[in-house]
Nanobody, 124 residues
Framework: QLQLVESGGGLVQPGGSLRLSCETS????????IGWFREAPGKEREAILC????????NYEDSVKGRFTISRDNARDTAYLQMNDLKPEDTAIYHC?????????????????WGQGTQVTVSS
């Protein structure tokens, strides 16, 4: 069974950090791009960052530049989203997704497999 499982979300104070993990089962990640998306209440799902199969990252959301970093460990079939200096506006459900391509895209339709999401709440 092909599956993605996110973990690492939670409640954090403004200025804090979290690292989200995205683990796969049933397949290997190394030939696919991986994206992180988020969905805030009342808003559409938006692409944040993507990392290609070769390890090149693309940032799609200006508000996270310099604060969020995407990485991957193909040996562990796991991707990560390091989030620093978190702000209340970062509060959302965060999803990882595996693309059908080796290269990055910010289109939801480019991604075939999604995790269930992990809640991140930034509040004092």
């Amino acid at each position: 069974q092909l599956q993605l499982v996110e973990s690492g979300g939670g409640l954090v104070q403004p200025g804090g950090s979290l690292r989200l993990s995205c683990e796969t089962s049933g397949f290997t990640l190394d030939q696919y791009a991986i994206g992180w998306f988020r969905e805030a209440p009342g808003k559409e799902r938006e692409a944040i960052l993507c990392i290609s199969s070769s390890g090149s990252s693309t940032n799609y959301e200006d508000s996270v530049k310099g604060r969020f970093t995407i990485s991957r460990d193909n040996a562990r079939d796991t991707a990560y989203l390091q989030m620093n200096d978190l702000k209340p506006e970062d509060t959302a459900i965060y999803h990882c997704a595996v693309s059908r391509y080796t290269y990055c895209s910010n289109y939801v339709s480019a991604y075939d497999l999604w995790g269930q999401g992990t809640q991140v709440t930034v509040s004092s």
